[in-house]
């Protein structure tokens, strides 16, 4: 008994650390200054609100992290670039995004420069 709830114990702190941390493979990270928008991709902002891009020239939804789970039927069909402020929010969003159905093809996160 005590065998089994220290091994369901380690699964359970690696599924943790492993959703949280292990970045999401096959999708590039692409900076909004290189970034090609066509009309079937959407900006989706998902850092909080006073965090949120302010440029009034660009496209894109703001739907933070923690409202996905309610506001993602607001969220078009098409190709999704994501823009998170940090790798655990990346992370967490990827993969809820992915879970979901949709279909992601690139990232950014703000104040950290992307590997050429």
Not at 10 to 33: D, G, M, Q, S
Not at 58 to 78: C, Q, T, V, W
Not at 99 to 113: A, H, L, Q, V
Request: proline content about 3%.
């Amino acid at each position: 008994m005590i065998l089994a709830l220290l091994i369901f114990s380690i699964l359970a702190v690696f599924w943790f650390l492993y959703t949280r941390h292990y970045p999401v493979k096959n999708i590039p990270c692409i900076k909004n200054e290189h970034f090609i928008r066509d009309d079937d991709t959407i900006l989706l902002d998902i850092r909080d609100y006073n965090d949120s891009r302010s440029d009034s020239d660009k496209i894109s939804m703001n739907i933070p992290y923690a409202y996905l789970r309610r506001f993602k039927s607001e969220i078009a069909d098409g190709n999704i670039h994501v823009i998170a402020a940090d790798k655990l929010e990346l992370n967490l969003g990827l993969r809820f995004l992915m879970r979901k159905g949709f279909n992601i093809t690139s990232y950014e996160i703000i104040d950290c420069p992307c590997k050429e």
